[in-house]
């Protein structure tokens, strides 16, 4: 039995679905709303990449990867991930996300982070839950403080960016212990009225 099984998450009018190959379409529509994919530091594929995107997140022995749909239509959103699953210290960290322009800074993100934190402390018992980002990605990284996630530091010269140059990477995590204190955080950023 995985650590990780799959599992369908639904809040606020947003479903996790497993990825599946079904999303392509769906997915590639997502990242051309923005063109999302020449930023310089995030994972969006390239249009024409999609279904190798997609192969490479279902083949990943450590990773599993949602879909982030809107929950009346179907609609392909854009993905996140559990990766780096550690089932012997429960830890997983929660990446390769990224939404359609048009979702970005609306309660997709807070209310996705809500499902995949509930699910990671809640239902696997996770210790630990991880994100780690590229140093040049602020907007990811402010997105993580936003959580409450605490700054666990930085690796320097860690991975390859997509125009080959090497990135250093941000860590960050959360402990169940803080579990309770952010659940009540984003709920509130949830409720409260968007202006």
């Known amino acids: 039995m ?4 799959p599992v369908t998450l639904k809040a ?11 999303h392509e379409e769906g997915l590639r529509a997502a990242a051309a709303d923005g063109e999302l994919w020449k930023l310089r530091v995030t994972s969006v594929p390239e249009p024409e990449n999609t279904r190798a995107y997609i192969e490479t ?11 982030v ?11 996140t991930s559990f ?3 550690l089932p012997a210290v429960k830890r997983v960290e929660i990446g390769y996300t990224w ?22 402390f809640d239902a696997l018992g996770c210790n630990v839950v991880g994100w780690r980002t590229d140093n040049f990605n602020f907007a990811s990284q402010r997105a993580i403080e936003r959580l409450g996630a605490k700054k666990d530091g930085v690796i320097r010269g860690h ?8 990135r250093d990477t941000v860590m960050y995590s959360l402990r169940s212990g803080e579990w309770p204190e952010v659940k009540a955080q984003l709920l509130y950023l949830l409720d409260k009225p968007r202006g």
């Open 2 to 5: 995985a650590f990780v099984e």
């Open 12 to 22: 606020r009018g947003i479903a996790l679905v497993p990825l599946a190959l079904a």
């Open 57 to 67: 997140a279902l083949e990943t022995a450590d990773r599993f990867a949602f879909a």
């Open 69 to 79: 749909t809107d929950e009346a239509t179907g609609t392909v959103l854009g993905t």
């Open 83 to 85: 990766h780096d699953i």
């Open 99 to 120: 939404y359609a322009a048009r979702c970005q800074r609306t309660h997709v993100n807070t209310t996705c982070k809500l499902l995949l934190l509930g699910h990671a």
């Open 159 to 166: 991975a390859m960016r997509r125009d080959g140059t090497i």
